[in-house]
């Protein structure tokens, strides 16, 4: 229930009010909490006062806008009714003098946030306009700004809605004086902004709540911008193709195309193509983007170029990027700078190590990098019978709103699935919906870009994954697969980072990190390279994740009491296996069976076809 003011049994109240009391002027200026408060400079408090008949969505759409904003690192509080009844209010009831009084309190409350600098969100029927207006004058008695938002949706919507039965036991008159029944709703005449919550899904609400406020300053655009795409308007194409045509070129190699791919899709938003020296900088040093907020890039998207190449285009207003002969991009006002390529791996790698594959492709390639804004001319396939499950963030955007998800929880990987990693996906799952939510969805999620030569090629991979769910081992109904374009880095908890913000594009708000992600070992003493530990650390910690939460990866072993999978219990050691990828890859080659329980059968059938397809 989203009233918090809704009428039962009234209980007055009578108050002293306080005398000898002056009001003190505090020593910190808002513009000052503004700079320290959230990851967003600026000071940005105000009240945003939702009303509605009970059952509107006001809650429901606080809690949503509340959840946005945060994750946008702008500092929000929800005051609900329910809640405030529970605590502050809980000595009022309903009477006419109690419901004003509840108001008020309420209304100073949320100035006291809204002067500490947070976006205070109210959802309360609020019925009468005379408590609505003192709610203003309030905020605006001190030069702040409050926004009045009108949930309208209709009596019908809402009766059909009825959550908790109010509206029938209102018309069967066992609750008296109930709002849009036998009490009067007093509509605002002029609200900043109507939402059709009836009508709208609860994001297009959002929105709209978010425009407003982006158009009052109260959050800065850079805040608005989810998925930055850098294809060439359709309008525009046929000119941009004829342009890139008579435009110096620079050949790229397959890994830069899959770097295109990345950044033409969004999954680097807010990049606008390949870094220049100052985006670079401040993801080597800070691990973030600073202009704009705090986003997280904790690894380089960068485009190396040799020094021939770097005195032909240097000076050029713009060049073509080709592959394999064709046109894919145009770069514009391009930036050269030195490639420094030892720091550059100590900094992401830890290590410069030329047995860490990545390492040496860094070492092998130009003495220069090469920044600037890019236009993507076309969609990137590979035509490789896997683009299908390219899904860019937008698409995956529409395919979660399609399944009515409330919930997406994200599972990243470079590996097959064994019945391990399917225990810790159902167990996310039954979390989810104990905590309240009707439908999480899984985004399976594994990276397509480039892999060293030992992993498990993407087509194998796709088959057994796809195996998993025609054996109803992931249920198919609720598992989104799509194949992300990143390539490979092997850079352990930097790299990890980069791994969860960029599904951030897809509006997952769950992130599963296992053992050791995007680790490796030691390329001389082939000891773990990096602590298997610290990437499920770091994400915890990183700055600019806050839209995700990090579910960490359950210890799981094989169980050989109940022939299953199972999370480890360190009691009872003698009662486990530890399965290893060298144990079952040596179980594939072979093409024996692994345990009863480690693998779906259909799965382990793709193991065994793809290591025996390497011997032969």
């Not at 003190?24 to 700079?35: D, E, F, N, P």
């Not at 409350?109 to 207006?133: H, M, N």
């Not at 960490?552 to 290893?580: C, L």
Request: with cysteine; charged share 25%; net charge neutral.
């Amino acid at each position: 229930m989203a009233s918090g003011d809704q009428p039962t049994v009234g209980i007055s109240t009578t108050m002293d009010k306080a005398t000898n009391v002056v009001y003190q002027q505090q020593h910190v200026s808002r513009a000052k909490r503004g700079q320290v408060l959230g990851q967003r400079g600026g000071f940005r408090g105000c009240t945003i006062w939702f009303t509605g008949l009970s059952g509107a969505g006001k809650t429901t759409l606080s809690f949503a806008l509340e959840d946005f904003l945060i994750s946008q690192g702008i500092p929000t509080y929800s005051l609900d009714g329910d809640n405030i009844r529970h605590g502050l209010n809980s000595n009022l009831g309903f009477s006419p003098t109690d419901r004003e009084e509840n108001i008020r309190r309420v209304s100073e409350v949320a100035k006291l946030f809204a002067d500490g600098g947070i976006v205070c969100l109210t959802s309360f029927i609020s019925p009468f306009k005379k408590d609505r207006d003192t709610a203003r004058k309030i905020h605006e008695a001190d030069g702040l700004h409050f926004f009045e938002c009108y949930v309208n949706t209709s009596l019908q919507v809402c009766e059909e809605r009825d959550p908790k039965g109010l509206y029938r036991k209102a018309r069967r008159g066992e609750i008296k004086g109930f709002t849009g029944i036998d009490q009067r709703y007093e509509a605002p005449e002029s609200p900043e902004l109507t939402l059709r919550a009836g009508e709208l899904s609860i994001d297009e609400c959002v929105q709209q709540v978010v425009e407003m406020l982006q158009k009052q300053g109260i959050i800065p655009e850079s805040a608005t911008i989810q998925i930055k795409e850098l294809f060439v308007e359709c309008s525009k194409a046929d000119a941009a193709r004829a342009e890139a045509s008579l435009l110096p070129s620079l050949a790229i190699s397959d890994v830069d195309l899959q770097w295109v791919q990345v950044l033409a899709e969004g999954w680097a938003t807010p990049l606008a193509g390949f870094m220049r020296e100052k985006e670079f900088l401040q993801s080597q040093h800070f691990g973030c983007l600073l202009d704009g907020g705090i986003v997280n890039q904790s690894i380089p998207v960068v485009l190396a170029v040799c020094t021939a190449d770097k005195e032909r285009l240097e000076g050029c207003p713009a060049f073509a990027l080709t592959h394999g002969g064709r046109n894919v991009a145009i770069m514009r006002t391009p930036e050269f700078y030195e490639h420094r390529k030892e720091e550059r791996c100590c900094r992401q790698f830890g290590t410069c190590n030329l047995g860490h594959p990545y390492v040496k492709m860094v070492f092998e390639s130009g003495d220069w990098l090469c920044g600037g804004d890019i236009e993507v001319l076309d969609r990137i396939f590979w035509n490789d019978g896997l683009d299908k499950y390219r899904l860019t963030p937008k698409e995956l955007r529409l395919k979660f709103q399609e399944l009515n998800a409330d919930a997406v929880f994200a599972f990243q990987l470079r590996n097959p699935i064994h019945n391990g990693h399917a225990l810790l996906i159902h167990d996310t799952k039954r979390r989810l919906v104990e905590r309240g939510y009707r439908n999480p969805v899984l985004l399976l999620h594994p990276l397509g870009g480039w892999t060293k030569d030992d992993d498990v090629a993407l087509p194998w991979r796709i088959r057994q994954h796809q195996a998993l769910m025609d054996e109803k081992v992931l249920d198919p109904n609720s598992t989104v697969m799509a194949i992300f374009p990143s390539p490979m880095m092997y850079a352990g908890p930097t790299e990890v980072q980069w791994h969860a913000k960029a599904r951030m594009a897809t509006g997952a708000n769950f992130y599963i990190v296992g053992r050791d992600p995007a680790g490796m070992p030691h390329p001389d003493t082939k000891a773990d390279l990096f602590n298997p530990t610290h990437g499920a650390k770091v994400l915890t910690m990183a700055p600019g994740l806050t839209q995700l939460e990090i579910v960490p990866f359950r210890v799981a072993a094989y169980n050989k009491v109940t022939r299953s999978m199972d999370f480890y219990d360190p009691e009872k050691p003698e009662n486990y296996m530890f399965i290893s990828g060298t144990k079952m890859r040596s179980l594939a080659r072979a093409g024996e069976t692994p345990p009863e329980g480690f693998m779906s059968p259909l799965a382990w059938k793709v193991m065994v076809d793809y290591y025996q397809s390497l011997s032969s």
